[in-house]
């Protein structure tokens, strides 16, 4: 390394310019006069005995009075300790950087057991009174009745509230329609007997077995991936194959959707009969997480399997990739659901706003279906 690049790192690790050229110069210099090395280093005389003062608060230089100020460099055992500190800290910083590069750490997320059913009906309770967009719910008439008043309230804020009612094939449904209007979105009844289940924003998860269980015990999730599997267990087992008993859907629009499946179910055959479909999209931008509201038209959907000509989709067809596309009139932009990768915007909530052709009543699709 020559002069130059020398004087180069020095300044880099926090020497000012003079003190690079003097500190430098005294090294190849040895001991001599504050004067001559300000001729020998460059610095001007009126700023060499600051210059050299400050080299040796920071134990780079020591000085001493002989018929005038002298200076020498001191030992780098010593002088450098400093320095390599810092040398040190890069060095770790490198190593940090390199390790954390090839095996990031995971992301954040909270996966907790607990043995009693009531912790999990506690964390229920605050998570539906924390919803902002969805709730799927699975629950016993008691279990709703006790919930019902924050179910309420979600509603009230516009969160999409989807409830699937156990009742024994014996019984007559303890829940009458008027005690689910401006509660939920849907209601579903089902004869067999489930898990307690909870799912808030396709993010936090409750579950604990059904009363018959042998073992009482809860599930506290509060992590999009894993609650992604819940998502469909719901979907599957608690929602798709069980009768609608309540509904507060108008039958025009507007129409709102937060499961992206079901809004490609409703709009795909009208897609067909080329129908005109606006639609707001309001959600984040899946690669930067920027909040998004798009309006515009549906022009396509898109997903993994094959569509079939005898009606909407199945939710078994739509279990891959399920996306739509709008067409805000300056850029076309692909949606998918809560939490998508591969599509440009992760969809929240959608609007269906105008249809069209929405007056002919051969179009008109069920949508308690």
Known sequence: MDTDELVVVLKRAGFSPYQADAYVALLELGAISASDLADASGVPKPRIYDVVRDLEDRGYVVTYEQDRLYARANDPAEALTGLQAQINQFENAVEEIQARWHEPNPAEYDITLVQQFQSVFDRARSDIESAEWHIQLAV??????DLRPLLQQAHERGVYVQISLYAHRDEIL??????????????????LPS?????????????????????????????RVTAYVFHWFFLTCLWEVHDPIYTDRSE???FTFVEIRECIRFVEPFLLDEATITARVEGYNSRTGRER????????VDYTGSSSDNGPATIGQLSGKASIILDTGEETYTVGGKGAIIEKISADRITVETIDEYSDSTKQIDLSK
Request: charged share 25%; proline share 11%; aromatic share 10%.
């Open 140 to 145: 016993t008439p008691d279990q709703f009745y």
């Open 174 to 191: 303890p829940v009458e329609p008027t005690n689910l209007q401006g509660v939920c979105t849907e209601a579903r009844h089902r004869e």
């Open 195 to 223: 898990a307690f289940f909870l799912l808030t924003d396709r993010t936090r998860v409750c579950y604990a077995p059904h009363v018959h269980s042998p073992r009482e015990y809860g599930v506290l999730i509060d992590d």
């Open 252 to 254: 025009t629009p507007p």
């Open 293 to 300: 509201d798009l309006s515009g038209e549906i022009i396509g």
